[in-house]
């Protein structure tokens, strides 16, 4: 029997909650009128003294701890927005009522209560309850040091149970939600319009990776579902629609590791009339003031390392980054020279390497991708790796392309767009011949993105830019499965 189809009841919860219904309570009623959240409670009542207060409170949440005193109960409850001590007496809420609670209410059970507002003699503001209700019956237990779970396999195949006892993990969600926020605000706001495109696609593109494959019962054929919503923002951008975005789930049938996983998130933009140069700038200042919404600073710690986000970032080309991290000159080598330079640096994977520009790439990947620390804008990317990248205005042989690095990490990639549909037919036959040759990430051809270039589509800038990467920068995390709240796991 696999995690998925094992349940988890406790025999004593179940005993207590058959006892509820035996007495008559009802189990899961349906609402509760709770008169405001908890850490809206505590900073109403923060000078609250010893006396309780005259105006009644009703509240509501997921009990974490119980402390038995005799004819006293304290208790501790959580709503999403903070905790509060409750204290319950007998001779408040009665003989069968106490008990009803000492015997059959555990933590992790859901309720609601009503009572005044105090403060302890420990100088803790607390609920002085007089009636409480039951809102939700746990019968699965809450890990014996319910204030921390640390099995971390466990944490992501149940992650409801994760956000439940780590209030960090909960805060990381929170940021998350807030990024995605501001980033439909901030584009929005610059005259930016978001449109919804096709998950389920006949011809998959847009990226170079291996897609999923589903099959479609009525109309008899395959699909796939997207790698990147590219293509259909692009023909948007040729209806007429001239700044468009979508954040967006991709999906791509590759490895799973820290900063991968087969679901992911990103926001791709397209905007008329601009280049490269442009979705750089864009890029950073969005970043940077995003940086600031969430921290209040443009400095951030990530590990043991300190990144600051201020404007301007670094922006340097591929072959000067290989010129400055690594010293070579790959232009000054023959391509066998390059084969032993890469030698003498324990790096002899280039197979499918075939040009200077091409090993290039292969340097740039190996050696020099994890010293960009801090947000590093590289441009200029060769041609072949780059199918839908508008040629370069003055350099051979290279694409207006840009990927911006953070901690080592690739997190945008944008364009000068490419839209020439008899330039962009020939890379697509390129990359259709690399399929051919077994390339399982190299791109379809999708003659009718190529019809639709050919109807006319302006200068156009582009940049995709991976949400999940940049929500671990920004909230200290190394793994990719700590941002997305329900990462795919192998059943077992």
């Not at 696999?2 to 025999?11: A, G, V």
């Not at 006892?165 to 940021?175: A, G, H, P, S």
């Not at 950073?284 to 969430?294: A, H, K």
């Not at 399929?435 to 800038?461: C, F, S, V």
């Given at each position: 029997m696999?995690?998925?189809?094992?349940?988890?009841?406790?025999?004593r919860k179940m005993s207590k909650m058959k006892k509820l219904i035996s007495k008559?309570?009802?189990i899961y009623p349906y609402r509760f009128d709770r008169t405001m959240v908890i850490a809206d409670l505590k900073s109403l009542y923060e000078n609250i003294g010893h006396e309780k207060s005259e105006k009644k409170v009703k509240i509501a949440g997921r009990i974490y701890r119980i402390r038995y005193h005799g004819r006293v109960i304290f208790a501790d409850i959580k709503d999403e927005s903070g905790k509060i001590q409750l204290y319950l007496r007998e001779n408040d809420l009665g003989e069968e009522q106490f008990k009803l609670f000492k015997e059959c209410i555990d933590t992790g059970d859901i309720i609601g209560v009503c009572g005044s507002v105090f403060r302890t003699k420990m100088g803790e503001i607390s609920i002085w309850v007089d009636e409480f209700i039951l809102l939700a019956k746990s019968l699965c237990p809450l890990p014996e040091k319910f204030h921390g779970l640390k099995n971390i396999e466990r944490r992501y195949r149940q992650r409801y149970?994760?956000?439940?006892?780590?209030?960090?993990?909960?805060?990381?969600?929170?940021?998350r939600s807030k990024v995605v926020s501001f980033i439909r605000k901030y584009l929005e706001k610059r005259g930016f319009l978001e449109f919804e495109t096709p998950i389920l696609q006949p011809i998959y593109?847009?990226?170079?990776?291996?897609?999923?494959?589903?099959y479609h019962n009525y109309l008899d054929q395959n699909f796939y579902l997207r790698i990147a919503p590219e293509l259909y923002l692009k023909r948007l951008i040729v209806g007429g629609f001239e700044k468009v975005f979508e954040v967006a789930r991709n999906f791509r049938n590759e490895d799973i590791d820290v900063l991968h996983n087969p679901e992911f998130t990103m926001v791709e933009i397209y905007e008329a009339y601009k280049d490269?140069?442009?979705?750089?700038?864009?890029?950073?200042?969005?970043?940077?003031?995003?940086?600031?919404?969430?921290?209040?600073?443009?400095e951030i710690t990530f590990g043991d390392t300190t990144i600051n986000f201020k404007k301007p970032w670094n922006r340097i080309s591929m072959e000067e980054a290989v010129k400055k991290y690594v010293n070579i000159d790959i232009w000054k080598h023959s391509f066998e020279e390059l084969k032993e330079i890469a030698k003498d640096y324990g790096i002899e994977n280039y197979g499918g390497v075939s040009s200077h520009r091409e090993f290039l790439v292969f340097l740039f990947e190996n050696l020099v991708e994890k010293k960009l620390i801090q947000p590093t804008f590289i441009y200029d990317y060769p041609i072949e790796?780059?199918?839908?990248?508008?040629?370069?205005?003055?350099?051979?042989?290279?694409?207006?392309?840009?990927?911006?690095?953070i901690n080592g990490w690739e997190i945008a990639n944008g364009f000068s767009e490419l839209n020439d549909p008899i330039d962009q037919k020939m890379r697509f036959e390129e990359q259709e011949k690399k399929?051919?040759?077994?390339?399982?990430?190299?791109?379809?051809?999708?003659?009718?993105?190529?019809?639709?270039?050919?109807?006319?589509?302006?200068?156009?800038?582009g940049v995709g830019i991976g949400i999940d990467r940049l929500v671990m920068i920004l909230t200290n995390k190394r793994s990719i499965k700590e941002v997305i709240l329900f990462p795919q796991m192998k059943i077992g």
């Open positions: 696999n995690s998925f189809q094992k349940l988890e009841f406790s025999n008559g309570v009802t149970l994760d956000l439940i006892v780590n209030d960090d993990i909960r805060n990381v969600f929170r940021i593109g847009g990226a170079n990776a291996r897609p999923f494959i589903t490269y140069n442009d979705m750089m700038d864009l890029c950073e200042d969005m970043i940077s003031q995003l940086v600031w919404e969430i921290h209040g600073k443009y790796i780059s199918p839908l990248a508008k040629k370069h205005r003055e350099k051979e042989g290279f694409t207006e392309r840009f990927e911006l690095f399929r051919r040759l077994g390339d399982l990430e190299a791109q379809m051809i999708d003659y009718d993105y190529i019809n639709a270039l050919g109807y006319g589509m302006p200068p156009t800038g």
